[in-house]
């Protein structure tokens, strides 16, 4: 024969019965009376709690996007200060290139009275490289990198 165990069990008083039969009841009221309502009255319950509850977030997150703003306009400040030291930098390099210049084109002035030049007009020779060479026994071919766009003409030498 198996042993038998006693379980005592809480005993609860009339009061707190009656108390939860009751709760359960009036929930159950509001279950039915909710369901049924046509959902007008929870509507207008979240349309009210949205209005209360929206311009609450708005006041408690008014700091955090000030703070934000900040931080931006910080991060802004320090890479338009570094973009500034650069544009410097720049500056200096430019003008020492413009003195550079400015002697070079003295010295070309002075270079162009020793040669007794008076034209300033350029004739920019463009030079052409070989890039193949296939000589056979009937023919000869050679190809070179540039072409009639770069006015190249063609001089046939006998």
Known sequence: ???????????????????????????????????????????????????????????ISSPVKIIANVTNEYNQFKSIKFENR?????????????????????????????LQATDNDLNLVKTA???NRNDGIFSELININAGYDDNIKKICQQ
Do not use: H
């Open 1 to 59: 024969m198996a042993p038998r165990f006693k379980v005592n069990v809480f005993q609860t008083s009339k009061l707190i019965k009656n108390i939860t039969v009751v709760s359960i009841i009036i929930l159950s009221f509001f279950l039915i009376l909710f369901s049924k309502s046509d959902l007008i009255i929870i509507n207008n319950i979240k349309v009210i709690s949205s209005s209360v509850i929206n311009p609450i977030t708005n006041i």
């Open 86 to 114: 650069m544009l410097k930098e720049e500056i200096i390099r430019l003008k020492k290139w413009q003195t550079l210049a400015i002697q070079n084109s003295r010295e070309n002035k002075v270079l162009k009275k020793l």
């Open 129 to 131: 490289s070989l890039t």
